[in-house]
């Protein structure tokens, strides 16, 4: 085991180039179930995220080799139609595995998965989705497998409930090579399912999105393999311009694509943020003066991403006033609320009524069981250290940028969560001046 020690209150300075995106990288190495030709994929990260799905996926048949942040995925001898157990069930991408599988042997056997654990983050909308392609899909609770089988699968007309990232990509996978034509509404508008379909039309898919959250896919017989590189990781972006905005310093991100990041932007503006274009592909965010309060609301693409969230909630407790965010997207994603009050944080939840909460909010909502969705922060306020444990990627980066805006020396523990998300985390922010070190328990 490891833990982060980091001594606050310097700003963070320099260039940083933010990696490839991780809801990317993972679901290319699914792609190479759909073909017998290689993939070459230029750009990931090395995460876990990444060379877990990459042991999900060897079992089966494909060779995945992993050098310089390019992947080689041979499928030539793929054969295997079981995800074991002790692998799939620690990655959400596990099972969209299902649809390549039923495609090429007409059976599969997949764990239920794992993941962040933000709520319950129930897979029903992908399974439902395959279903209605042909699939007969049941669960074993007492060895937590999933058993799928189909004859082949068939285009389909499906709507989504709400909006599921997973579950458009999960369909999209299926779908590539069903007989017909499938089309897809309310479907996940992300810029990275849209990289991820970008390869498949490299590889001589048929989809297009011919509305905002409408995609229509016409199967194919076969598909070739391809060289990708994918786009940069959203997410990173965010930590690291909230590091220097935090920090009261000055830095500029390569790899920040605007057009991707134009919700944050707006409320980077509505804070008196200060950041800049540099050029086509970097981005300058620095501190030029006191920081206001924001508002915030998580919304699917193009809203601010729920992802954002925590990073922005530590960014508020340096602004002035009386800042509020309200969760939508999962009904438990403020475990690092506790933390940031260890360290003097003036967070407090809120209940409030909400209309028609069936339609606000993206999870399934139980008015029995629910939790409350609203914070709000008080600033500024000045943070001290502590001893922190991290309990998801993004409550991980949160307490990281807490520890560099704090007085002190903090430490964090639970570094696996970090390193799912984030390619040396610790050294990529020494390079910009932070005080930080990686030492063994």
Known sequence: MENLSIKGGIPLEGVVSVSGAKNVAMKVILAGLLTEEKLTIHGVPDISSVTGTADIVRPLGVNVEFTNHTLCIDPLHISGIEVPLDIGSHYRSATMVLGPLLQRFGKAKVPN?????LGQRPIDRHIEAIEKMGAKITYNSNDGYFYAKADKLHGTHHKFNKNTHTGTEAMILAAVLA??????????????????????????????????????????????????TIMPDRNEVVTYAIAALATQGDIII??????????????VDESDGGWEPIDSNSTRFYS?????????ITKPHPGFMTDWQAPWALLMTQAHGTSTIHETIFEDRFSYVTELKRMGAKISFENIIVDNPEDLYNFNYNKYEAKPQVIKIKGPTPLHEAILKMSDIRAGATLILAALC???ESYI???????????????RLQKLGANIKRLKE
């Open 113 to 117: 998965p794992g993941g962040c654990r």
């Open 179 to 228: 007989e017909g034509e499938t089309i897809i509404e309310n479907a996940a508008s992300e810029p990275e399912v849209y990289d991820l379909v970008a390869l498949l039309n490299l590889m001589g898919a048929n989809i297009q999105r011919v509305a905002e959250r409408k995609i229509i896919i016409k199967g194919v017989k076969k598909l070739h393999g391809a060289e990708f």
């Open 254 to 267: 390569r790899g920040a694509q605007r057009d991707n990041l134009k919700s944050f932007l707006q409320k």
């Open 288 to 296: 030029k003066g006191p920081l206001k309060k924001t508002d915030v």
């Open 406 to 408: 704090a007085k002190g």
């Open 413 to 427: 523990h639970g570094l696996d969560h970090i390193d799912r998300g984030y390619e040396k985390i610790d050294e």
